[in-house]
């Protein structure tokens, strides 16, 4: 795409992301329809494994992990930002809408900053907690006129925080971590089939016959969530970041509006003023605690 404006194809790259990674929500409701959570997330997390790892070791030949600690580093990035993470995702999806499910996602860069400013003990900012209750508002409003019907409950809500917990406590670990050089592709896909082997026990202990039918709804499922909304996205995501990382961080913005939009046109699922005022809110917490980011590194 040589002869396309850089300006031009960031902006292909931003609509593309946000629409992929906006519609995971949707995505795995609509396999939850027909299969059990973990008979979801298994396949999809094999497909991911076999696409990642086979671009990594056989097509950009890249050397695989050597040593214990290096190991230890990527099955424990693996129980926190995929057998824990994506464990409790798809078991909440189960409980909240998939509007809602795409919502508590956005929110993610601010349980990030909120944990690492804890984890580390450094000074609490006035502006980490105001964006923390800024996100945590706005999902309160809008989840509160889907309470007590099909589209949330207490226990779908505190399973979403948690697993995102999970995933900020991912993000930081990772961060951290000397990597020794390996290419993201095969962190990725080592850590996937580590979170993947972990749930393994569990789908089989929990696995019934009859509440699962392998249609194509489980396919396309299975596929969506393995590649476009998880390979794709991510791969178009550190695109835009490697481009321009304050650019990229208003990409995050449209999120919530899109994963709102896609339930609501594939889901049928209710928007309301509630839903709008809660979008809102969660828009200005990511908004803050961006533009904190960005003043802290200036």
């Known amino acids: 795409m040589g002869g396309v404006p850089k300006n031009l194809l960031n902006f292909i790259y931003g609509i593309i992301f946000v629409t992929f990674w906006s519609s995971a929500s949707s995505a795995t409701k ?129 399973l979403l925080l948690l697993c995102n917990i999970s995933y900020s406590a991912g993000a930081i670990y990772f961060s951290k971590q000397n990597w020794e050089g390996l290419h993201i592709l095969t962190i990725n896909g080592w850590q996937t089939l580590f979170g993947c082997l972990l749930l393994l026990p569990f789908a089989a202990l929990l696995y019934q016959p009859e509440a699962n039918v392998f249609n194509l709804s489980f396919v396309g499922a299975v596929v969506w969530l393995a590649i476009p909304a998880s390979i794709i996205a991510s791969l178009l995501w550190m695109s835009l970041l490697k481009d321009n990382p304050t650019k990229a961080s208003a990409w995050l913005f449209l999120c919530p509006i899109a994963g709102f939009v896609i339930a609501s046109v594939l889901m049928k699922e209710p928007l309301t003023l509630y839903t709008l005022a809660g979008v809102i809110l969660v828009i200005i917490g990511l908004y803050t605690v961006q533009k904190a980011k960005q003043n802290s590194t200036n």
């Open 30 to 158: 609509i396999g939850l329809k027909v299969v059990q959570p973990l008979v979801l997330s298994i396949p999809r997390f094999i497909l991911a494994t076999a696409i990642m790892l086979g671009i990594s070791h056989l097509i950009m030949r890249q050397a695989l992990p050597k040593g214990k600690a290096i190991w230890i580093k990527i099955a424990t990035y693996g129980f926190l930002n995929v057998g824990l993470y994506l464990g409790l995702y798809v078991w909440a999806m189960q409980h909240v809408s998939a509007g809602l499910g795409s919502l508590f996602i956005a929110i993610n860069p601010v349980l990030i900053m909120l944990i690492s400013t804890l984890y580390f003990r450094q000074p609490l900012r006035l502006v980490t907690v105001l964006s923390f209750v800024l996100c945590m508002s706005g999902m309160l409003i809008a989840a509160y006129p889907l309470l007590g019907g099909s589209y949330a409950s207490p226990t779908g809500l505190l």
